[in-house]
Structures are given as C-alpha cells and as structure tokens.
C-alpha cells in the first residue's frame, strides 16, 4: 500500500521501482502467530539472507520502516541508505501481542533512528512523524499514505436493509474495535437496523448483528464497497498520534462517510464534514443514530469524501511529487 502501489503511477513520471519484500504473506502470517521460536528464527534467518541480496545492486535503495523483523548486522540497518520511508511511531516500538515477549529484539526506535541518520531523503506519512525524523534526518519530506479511487466501487447509498456498519484492519487494531461493540450491540437490541461487518479479524462475539470476513487483497475493495458508515475507534496514546487515518481514506476512496477518534491525522481528515470525530461513548452513539436512518445524508457525506481523497490523498495526485523527491537523490 505504502510503496508497491505506487509503482505504476510513478512509472509515467520516469521512476522504475522494484518492490521485493523480505518476508512473504505466509512467512508474515507465521511470525504473527503463536508457532514456536525456532521457526521463527528459520523464517527470520531466511529474511535476512533476502535482505542482503537486495543491497547489492547498486540501485538506489529505498527501506520501508525496517529491512527486516530484528537486526541484522552489517545488513539491517544498512550502511547506505538513499531513502527511508516510514508511516508508524517506531521510535515508540511496536509488537503483536504473539510476540510481546520478543519485543526487546526487534529494536526498533534504535533502528529507525540510524536509519533516518544515514538517508538522503526520509519521507514520513504525517507531520507527527516528520517532526520525529527530524530529529535525526538531515532532509525529511512529508508523502501521505494513499488510496487509488478509480480502483475502488462506489458504495451505493440506500434507504432499505440494515444499515451495514463497516470495520477493515488486522489482528493487530482489532482491540481497537472492543469499546465500539457493546454500543452497537445496543442499539440493535433497540431496535435499530444495524449490522457491523468485520474484515481482517474476529471479536469472538457473534449474532445476527455481527460478521466476521476474512481480509484479503482480492475482496476487499468490495467489502469496503459494502459498508454505510466505516468506523475507526482509536485510543490515544504516542502510538496512535503516528497513525495516518488509512482506514478513513479507505473508507472515503469508497464514498463511504466515516466516524473516527479524533487522535492523529484523523482530526484532518475529518475537518470537512466528509466524517464525524467521536471520542466518548456518548459521541459514537450520537454519529450513529445521525447516520444509520439518513441515506440521503450518508450520501452526501460519501460524496464529499470520495472527492476529498482524489484531491489530497490518492497516488495520482501524489506520484508526480514523489517522483521528483526520488529524482532528487540519483
């Protein structure tokens, strides 16, 4: 999303980009399990060998947030570094909860700290981030995370059914979702015609105002392209304030109005009225009973915010400004 889409739309402006992940989906999907250490270590191990040939080519080498999991001397982080590319509070540090024990091990504010020390170029997701980097950087230039529109269905709006109540994410932002249930759940036991549909995760909870998708690139364009209103419940924490509001864009690239906590560049995103900030309880509540009876009035917001994302956030617009900042390095 961060990179690798990128890449056609940087190719009309001159950038030829070869993305190639260390670790691959399934290795991923075994790290972020609760398989044991040793094959952790093989997959870890195996990505650091991948790791190292990559750094050979005497291209300009381009690192999204770390090269790989744990450090690797001589390898991770790399000596030469043209452009690293960060959208996360790792000065902060991060772990599943899987692999908590583990987190000593991944070092990662040490290792974005060198990383942005040793860059050309250091291009931050927001500017929460940027002002982090700059502590370290010598040049740090602000590229958003985007969404492509005119890849995206456009949900249509309508006053019959349930109102479909949208979340898309990861094992790791499901907990996020928790204070959110119990006042859905309420008001369908009241009697208003909700369902929540969760992609990417499983809350345990089940009934007939809840469902559980499994996430995956090919669905959930139309998954999202399903959803009446797309929430994002966030706590506030040094973590959260790095986040870059990406399930808000994915919602908005939808037509889809959302209702989010006002923490990080989600209080930008929602400034126009393309969504509704809610931080309490009482305020996720109020946004709701706004939205689920009105389809005239989630469709003008939808609107609005699908053509929120194509001026400011989607890569048509920014590829042209990314390119030049690539450019800028040779």
């Not at 996430?215 to 009446?228: I, M, P, R």
């Amino acid at each position: 999303m961060r990179i690798g889409n990128h890449i056609p739309f940087l190719r009309e402006h001159g950038v030829e980009l070869r993305h190639t992940p260390t670790l691959s989906t399934e290795e991923y999907g075994l790290l972020i399990s609760p398989v044991s250490a040793a094959t952790k270590a093989r997959i870890l191990t195996r990505s650091a060998i991948r790791a190292a040939r990559q750094t050979n080519h005497g291209e300009l080498l381009l690192v999204h947030r770390l090269l790989t999991l744990t450090p690797t001397p001589m390898i991770d982080p790399p000596r030469r570094l043209d452009v690293y590319d960060f959208d996360d509070a790792l000065l902060v540090g991060s772990a599943a909860a899987s692999n908590r024990r583990f987190q000593w091990t991944k070092q990662e504010a040490r290792r974005a700290r060198l990383c942005m020390s040793r860059a050309r170029l250091v291009l931050a997701a927001n500017a929460t981030l940027a002002a982090q980097a700059r502590q370290f950087a010598r040049r740090v230039e602000v590229v958003p995370s985007c969404v492509d529109p005119e890849a995206q269905p456009i949900h249509e709006h309508a006053h019959d059914g349930p109102c479909v109540i949208g979340w898309i994410g990861s094992h790791t932002t499901l907990p996020y979702l928790s204070p959110l249930l119990p006042v859905i759940q309420r008001l369908h036991a009241t009697g208003s015609p909700v369902k929540l549909v969760v992609v990417g995760g499983d809350t345990g909870l089940r009934g007939d105002w809840i469902e559980h998708r499994p996430w995956s690139l090919e669905t959930q364009a139309t998954d999202l392209a399903e959803f009446d209103i797309g929430v994002m419940p966030m706590p506030d924490s040094p973590w959260t304030r790095g986040k870059s509001g990406y399930k808000v864009l994915q919602y908005f690239a939808a037509g889809v109005p959302a209702i989010a906590s006002p923490v990080g560049l989600n209080a930008e995103l929602l400034a126009d009225g393309s969504g509704i900030p809610a931080a309490t309880e009482h305020d996720w509540e109020s946004a709701l009973l706004e939205l689920i009876p009105d389809a005239d009035a989630r469709r003008e917001r939808g609107h609005a915010a699908r053509a929120f994302v194509e001026r400011h956030y989607s890569y048509q617009r920014w590829a042209p400004e990314l390119a030049q900042l690539l450019h800028s390095v040779r």
